[in-house]
Nanobody, 123 residues
Framework: VQLQASGGGLVQAGGSLRLSCTASGRTFSRNSVGWFRQRPGKERSFVAAIRWSNSMPQYADSVKGRFTVSRDNAKNTVYLQMNNLEPEDTAVYYC?????????????????WGQGTQVTVSS
């Protein structure tokens, strides 16, 4: 399955963006999907993840209460709604998928990765 993340852009602090992760090649309605981000000079880090059943999404502590992950299996798309953005959220955001039922924060738990989308938050 090929993934494509989109929806990034430039936004002021306090603003919102919604990222989308769309699958092509085959459906990923039975896959878990995770969001990660990579800041300049830093390692890729976990943001959020959701299982195919939409149950019990997981979030990094730094985004809890601000970001929401959801999915529309009919559209083969997973979303990351990002509210109250902070300059520290500036990064390239990636989505990844796994056939395992997982919400792991480890990058090694995810088998397929899409190209990232840049999010820049100005102060």
């Amino acid at each position: 399955v090929q993934l494509q993340a989109s929806g990034g852009g430039l936004v002021q602090a306090g603003g919102s963006l919604r990222l989308s992760c769309t699958a092509s090649g085959r459906t990923f309605s039975r896959n878990s999907v995770g969001w990660f981000r990579q800041r300049p000079g830093k390692e890729r880090s976990f943001v959020a993840a959701i299982r195919w059943s939409n149950s019990m999404p997981q979030y990094a502590d730094s985004v809890k209460g601000r970001f929401t992950v959801s999915r529309d299996n009919a559209k083969n798309t997973v979303y990351l709604q990002m509210n109250n953005l902070e300059p520290e959220d500036t990064a390239v955001y990636y989505c990844a998928t796994s056939i395992q039922s997982t919400t792991s924060a480890r990058t090694s738990s995810w088998s397929s990765w899409g190209q990232g989308t840049q999010v820049t938050v100005s102060s």
